[in-house]
């Protein structure tokens, strides 16, 4: 038995890869893309190890599929799927899918310049600019953003004591500042960031519940945002965002920068409408900002938006084949 055969544009958002797939999609039940998440979670997940893991992907593989809108006046729905999981927003994954949709006519919105996303998290609503063809930026109103638990304790094997906070910006981040056992990104390399992220996931996961009040099928922290001193002079932050079991996400991370800008509004450290400019780990950059202030089951929160560039590299054909052995994807840890 074939799986499936499965049509893909590739490219990346500010380095970190995204993988549109333009076929083969699973006809998932439900009203909402939370609903549909679910479906995919449950029936289809051998669909996601096999486009993003090796032998087809690789530990950094990020994707998406498109899906008619869920909502009267959206305009197109988005799965999202990458080695970490089937995600409830992705932003550098939305960056690069509107994209690489605009560019090859996948996608027509009701409103030139405007794009409405239904997602797993909620609505998150687009601007883009389109010239001779080429998407020049998207930039996204992520869905609200929040702190979810401040200054939590933890041990370390081999570091000792951190204080970490964990934010919601689409996914949960723990989020590591500057301090007496972290001295920063800048001073340590990605093979050691990757070791020490596995360890403190698994503690904060084990220390305390990170369930989102309003749909507790978003659950578990699931990424790890280090912090430090940024390479480029304009830029207000820096971060190495661990995710999945070896990635470190080559893009400043949107949902990423959202969770880092409701972290920093709750401590008074960023206003509504200041310009946050976040670095990645190589120094590609996102430009952000608190759009306007809201709460989330009584619980204060941010509306952040968060504009990058995704630049399309090729398209791919993609064979899933039960006699193959690697056909559903493997690591190497």
């Known amino acids: 038995m074939n799986r499936g055969t499965f049509f893909c544009i ?48 690789h530990d950094m593989m990020s994707g998406a599929f498109l899906y008619p809108p869920c909502t009267e006046d959206g305009d197109i729905s988005i799965l999202f799927i990458e080695t ?8 550098h994954g939305t960056i690069g899918t509107i994209t690489f949709a605009l560019e090859q006519g996948l996608l027509h919105p009701k409103q030139p310049g405007a794009v409405k996303i239904d997602t797993p998290a909620g609505r998150v609503n687009a601007e883009y600019e389109q010239s001779e063809g080429k998407v020049k930026w998207v930039k996204l109103l992520n869905v609200p ?20 906070d ?11 500042e500057p ?26 996961n084990a220390k305390v519940d990170c369930i989102h009040p309003e749909d ?18 304009n830029s207000s932050a820096a971060n190495a965002v661990f995710y999945g079991d070896k990635a470190i996400d080559r893009s400043p ?5 959202s969770a880092r800008m409701a972290q920093l509004f709750a401590k008074g450290q ?6 946050f400019i976040h670095e990645s780990y190589i120094g590609s950059q996102f430009i952000g900002r608190i759009e306007e202030v809201t709460e989330v089951a009584g619980k204060a929160a941010i509306r952040p938006s968060i504009q990058g560039w995704a630049i399309r590299t090729g398209t791919n054909c993609i064979t899933v084949d039960d006699d193959d052995p690697y056909a559903f994807g493997f690591q190497v840890i």
Not at 166 to 176: K, L, R, T
Not at 182 to 202: C, P, Y
Not at 270 to 275: C, M, R
């Open 179 to 204: 301090q007496a056992n972290f001295k920063g990104t800048e001073q340590v390399d990605a093979d050691t960031l990757i070791k020490l992220s596995r360890e403190v996931r698994a503690v904060v």
């Open 10 to 57: 590739d490219g990346h958002t500010c380095g970190n890869p995204v993988r549109l797939v333009t076929s083969g999609h699973p006809n998932l039940k439900g009203a909402t893309m939370a609903d549909k998440r679910q479906h995919f979670l449950a029936e289809y997940d051998w669909i996601r190890k096999a486009l993003m893991f090796e032998p087809r992907g």
């Open 145 to 164: 953003a929040f702190l979810a638990h401040s200054e939590l304790a933890i041990e370390v094997s081999g570091l000792g004591e951190l204080v970490v």
């Open 270 to 275: 960023l206003h509504p409408q200041q310009e």
């Open 84 to 91: 970490s999981g089937c995600l409830p927003m992705c932003g």
């Open 216 to 233: 507790p099928s978003v659950s578990g922290a699931s990424h790890v945002l280090w912090t430090g001193k940024p390479q480029k002079p």
């Open 253 to 257: 991370c949107g949902t990423g920068t």
């Open 166 to 176: 964990v934010a919601y910006g689409g996914n949960f981040y723990i989020i590591v």
